[in-house]
T-cell receptor, first 115, second 115 residues
Framework: AQKVTQAQTEISVVEKEDVTLDCVYE???????LFWYKQPPSGELVFLIR??????QNEISGRYSWNFQKSTSSFNFTITASQVVDSAVYFC????????????FGDGTTLTVKP | EAGVVQSPRYKIIEKKQPVAFWCNPI?????LYWYLQNLGQGPELLIR????????DSQLPKDRFSAERLKGVDSTLKIQPAELGDSAVYLC?????????????FGPGTRLTVL
């Protein structure tokens, strides 16, 4: 069975601080995909990034960066110089393997960025 | 390009009443998902369609929930009769194909309150 754990329920930072959201996953599959989604107060989940199990390269997109480490089964997300607009719930998700079309989501981390 | 459309956005009903939610996915997306999201939790899959076929409905409480996607485009999720515990946000999502690497595009959700 697949499982995604986001141990941080809520994080509060002050604008311009860096913040890292943790994601730990469990799977027996050798091929799998990891995702991060953002859910702003409006409620619509928005896709941020995808990583496959064979690509451990870290990725940077503007103020966002992702650190994928298979050795620790982690896929952490860092926001540099946070802004108020980054306030949202962030979900990590896992899919692939024998039930490729099904995604397992973590319970999310609520990030509040204060001005 | 239009996103995933859901209606209604909010619904308040009394227990034992029926309720229906509608979803229109992104044009060309063959795979459609219905999720349940409780407060403070991640989305949980209820049912997944590939075109008209329900390929994963293992988490759908079939005694009271039903869904259809007759022409492989839009879909309806129904609850009859509703119970207090059904109060939640019902999310619809779509993707190009049910491959593990495809990101999902979410609608704004329907917030159901059962009194």
């Amino acid at each position: 069975a697949q499982k995604v754990t986001q141990a941080q329920t809520e994080i509060s930072v002050v604008e311009k601080e860096d913040v890292t959201l943790d994601c730990v996953y469990e799977t027996r599959d050798t091929t799998y995909y990891l995702f991060w989604y953002k859910q702003p107060p409006s409620g619509e989940l928005v896709f941020l990034i995808r990583r496959n199990s064979f690509d451990e390269q870290n990725e940077i997109s503007g103020r966002y960066s992702w650190n994928f480490q298979k050795s620790t089964s982690s896929f952490n997300f860092t926001i540099t110089a946070s802004q108020v607009v980054d306030s949202a719930v962030y979900f990590c998700a896992l899919s692939g393997g024998t039930n490729a079309g099904k995604s397992t989501f973590g319970d999310g981390t609520t990030l509040t960025v204060k001005p | 390009e239009a996103g995933v459309v859901q209606s209604p956005r909010y619904k308040i009903i009394e227990k034992k009443q029926p309720v229906a939610f509608w979803c229109n996915p992104i044009s060309g997306h063959n795979t459609l998902y219905w999720y349940l999201q409780n407060l403070g939790q991640g989305p949980e899959l209820l049912i997944r369609y590939e075109n008209e076929e329900a390929v994963d409905d293992s988490q759908l409480p079939k005694d009271r929930f039903s869904a259809e996607r007759l022409k492989g485009v839009d879909s309806t999720l129904k609850i009859q009769p509703a119970e207090l515990g059904d109060s939640a946000v019902y999310l619809c999502a779509s993707s190009q194909a049910a491959r593990g690497y495809n990101e999902q595009f979410f609608g704004p959700g329907t917030r159901l309150t059962v009194l």
